[in-house]
């Protein structure tokens, strides 16, 4: 039997239940994957959710996720790309988030060893979704560019792909992520109304494009003169309508592929948020809804031992049940008890000085017992 993520009413992740399901077979040209990551996209809320189901029909009880990373374990017929034990990276279209998932062979490519599970198992939609945005817009060193969202998985990528061909990236997020995106060279700018009047007292430039991931900003897109066909977006299928923007998808395996060996060259990185386990997927979802997290949050359905690897912690930690309770123990110098590494210096400084004196009345000695011996000769 397999284990997988259901839910059988609209909602929020409270509706969302694990439960356990007939290991599926794979049919013609199919493979059975293990799964040991599939990451989080927060589209698969506004679908939960039972927003616009002309856009997104769910027939319940519905299935989630669609990138996965994970061991080929059975073929069907036809089946020739991948055998048994194959390590591979890839989607479905839907139903991603349980133990053993059927993927059409079209659908995979190998995981390349340099890429942990968690970031195999992420990388497809918001790695192509970027890529083709990115590749779309034809972006270049004459270009200024605003991505909102930058800190998310997809917002991150995107504004790695940019900045490779040269372009200046201006990037939304909440203060606390600034820091996150200067790492990648990204000018940092914060949510919320008056968009355009920050971003014109950031640059003299003009903005060329404008790549919305938050939705809603295609307004503040146009006051900065950017062309309706250089705004892209994901989610704001309303602004799509209303001002002609351009709605931009997830690609092909083909784009996965270019994006996979690019992080395996380590010339872009996809950051991991936070890893849960399947049977805490509706906390994985109430972190992604935050929109906080920067980068990828991933369901670990199989944790794998690696150099590097996080590892969610338990939600109760021991520290939660003992602070601030009183426990007997003798008496100890605190200064002795820290590590000269830790705290101000002092300690360090007075296990020199102590080191030093001991060396000034060692050659002391030496020097008196030179002495002593000189003048009995």
Not at 218 to 226: D, M, N, S
């Amino acid at each position: 039997m397999a284990h997988a993520v259901r839910y059988s009413a609209f909602g929020g992740p409270d509706v969302l239940e694990v439960v356990e399901v007939p290991t599926p077979e794979p049919g013609e040209g199919e493979v059975l994957v293990e799964v040991f990551a599939t990451g989080l996209n927060p589209v698969e809320s506004s679908i939960r959710r039972g927003e616009h189901p002309e856009r997104w029909p769910v027939e319940l009880p519905a299935a989630q996720g669609r990138d996965l990373a994970g061991v080929v374990i059975a073929t069907g017929p036809g089946a020739s790309r991948f055998g048994r034990g194959d390590e591979v990276m890839g989607f479905v279209d839907h139903g991603a988030q349980a133990t053993h998932v059927v993927v059409p062979e079209a659908n995979l490519m190998p995981r390349p060893p340099a890429l942990s599970w968690e970031v195999a198992g992420s990388l497809y939609t918001a790695g192509t979704m970027a890529w083709d945005a990115v590749e779309g817009l034809g972006l270049g060193p004459n270009d200024t560019v605003v991505i909102t969202a930058a800190a998310g998985g997809v917002g991150c990528l995107a504004a790695q792909f940019a900045r490779l061909r040269g372009a200046t990236v201006i990037g939304t997020s909440a203060e606390p992520r600034f820091d996150f995106l200067r790492q990648f060279g990204v000018i940092p700018t914060g949510y919320g109304p008056g968009l355009a009047d920050r971003v014109r007292a950031i640059t003299s430039e003009p903005v060329s494009a404008f790549i919305d991931f938050l939705g809603g900003q295609a307004g503040e897109a146009k006051a900065l003169g950017v062309p309706a066909s250089r705004i892209l977006t994901v989610l704001d299928w309303d602004a799509v309508h209303e001002h002609g923007i351009v709605r931009i998808a997830p690609g092909d395996v083909v784009a996965l592929g270019r994006v996979a060996a690019l992080a395996a060259a380590r010339r872009i990185r996809l950051p991991i948020a936070d890893i849960f386990s399947l049977d805490s997927v509706a906390d994985a979802y109430r972190a992604l809804d935050k929109r906080e997290a920067p980068g990828k949050i991933v369901l670990g359905l199989r944790v794998v031992e690696y150099p590097g690897q996080r590892v969610r912690e338990p939600e109760l930690k021991e520290q939660d049940v003992t602070l601030g309770v009183l426990t007997p123990h003798a008496h100890m110098d605190v200064e002795e008890a820290i590590p000269p590494a830790i705290a101000d210096g002092s300690v360090r400084r007075r296990h020199r000085e102590e080191h030093e004196r001991e060396e000034h009345e060692r050659e002391e000695h030496e020097r008196e017992e030179h002495e002593r011996g000189v003048t009995r000769r």
